[in-house]
């Protein structure tokens, strides 16, 4: 059933609890779905965006009736994880509906988990909310923790306000991780710091290599910091003791030692993780990504409009699914082209 609302319009696509998953030609299972479900946010992240942003005219994003459509095909299918992304997804009108609507799955055992990659602005408002509906656990983006580099790195943000929703979302019983990305100059020094305030307050931390999508106006290179020296600098001063724990995706886990928290690392420049992708990405405009390192997209927002029937959409998934690449080839350069021209708020974080 729909969530709580009785005057909602969106028609229930009806799943079946624990469908057979969709298989690529690699033999991969695609279980977990990743949305952007705006292109538009309250930050604007030197990393992830310029400071003119133009974001796409309303009428080409999908509506929110066409994303709970084409996720509940998406679960109908197999898919067991769903993560809300952006953008920045809490900006947008009206998301709690989507977050409600889709919540039906969580209660019917078909959708094993329904998460959020945050800027954490609006947690306050939203987390308790979240909570109640069956989301366990978060992302939360924050790469410093002083505030004028916040302003900075944001170009905008109030770190107090993102720290509040942060403390919202714990009090509401939400996990929260903690990904920051690793930025030249700019809060290499703060990592073990950083490191020690997550796992003090019982959060996951992971660090994130910048990667070459969408342009933006300080040259990528600049801002490149590897992994692998942090990590080196990281094992100076903590024990790290790798874990075999795998998530699908790029990110791989230490545990340190001497906090007893989890560290993750994602490097999708330095090592290779394809092999056991299970993911796909749809944009806020209903291109699905079956690689976010790959151009090749399947069009879902035109499967969505042609027909009112889900078989033509599930039909659409299953052909684009169909030619998920085996891998990606990022490379930065200087003076290269961005491996690929969109953004990140564009795909999805
Ligand atoms: N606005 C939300 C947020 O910041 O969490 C969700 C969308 S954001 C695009 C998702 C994640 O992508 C964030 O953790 C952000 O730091 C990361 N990101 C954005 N641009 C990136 C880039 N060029 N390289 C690596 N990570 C990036
Ligand atoms: Fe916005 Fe997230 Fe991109 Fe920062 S990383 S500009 S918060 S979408």
Request: hydrophobic content about 40%.
């Amino acid at each position: 059933m729909w969530g709580p609302r009785t005057d909602d319009p969106m028609p229930a696509v009806s799943v079946s609890a624990r469908p057979a998953p969709l298989i690529d030609p690699f033999q991969r299972a695609i279980t977990y779905l990743r949305v952007s479900v705006t292109d538009r946010c309250d930050l604007r992240c030197v990393y992830c965006m310029s400071e003119d942003m133009t974001f796409l005219p309303k009428r080409d994003l999908l509506t929110l009736e066409e994303l709970d459509r084409v996720c509940s095909v998406f679960v109908a299918r197999g898919v067991r994880k769903l993560r809300i992304t952006g953008g920045e997804p809490l900006v947008r009108r009206d998301i709690m509906r989507l977050f409600r609507n889709l919540s039906r799955h969580l209660e019917s055992g078909a959708l094993e988990e329904m998460t959020l990659t945050t800027n954490g602005t609006r947690l306050r408002q939203h987390a308790a909310e979240l909570a109640a509906l069956g989301m366990r656990r978060i992302n939360v983006s924050l790469d410093t923790l002083d505030p004028e580099k916040f302003r900075a790195i944001t170009r905008r943000g109030d770190l107090p306000t993102v720290l509040d929703g942060i403390a919202a979302a714990r009090e509401a019983g939400l996990k929260v991780k903690i990904n920051a990305v690793a930025l030249k100059g700019v809060n290499e020094d703060e990592i073990s710091g950083m490191l020690e305030w997550a796992h003090g307050l019982g959060m996951e931390m992971t660090l994130i290599e910048v990667m070459p999508l969408g342009d933006i106006e300080p040259e990528r290179v600049d801002q490149f910091l590897p992994l692998s020296v942090v990590r080196e600098r990281l094992s100076e001063r903590y024990s790290l003791t790798p874990l075999p724990d795998r998530t699908g995706g790029p990110a791989r886990y230490v545990r340190v030692e001497e906090t007893g928290g989890r560290l993750g690392f994602i490097t999708p420049l330095t090592h290779n993780f394809c092999e056991s992708c299970n993911r796909v990405r749809l944009t806020c405009t209903g291109q699905l990504y079956m690689c976010l390192g790959q151009e090749d997209a399947a069009d879902l927002r035109a499967a969505l409009r042609a027909s009112p029937d889900d078989a033509v959409v599930a039909e659409a998934i299953a052909e684009a699914i169909s030619r998920k690449p085996k891998g990606h080839d990022f490379v930065i350069a200087r003076a290269a082209k961005p491996a690929v021209p969109r953004h990140m708020s564009t795909t999805g974080g």
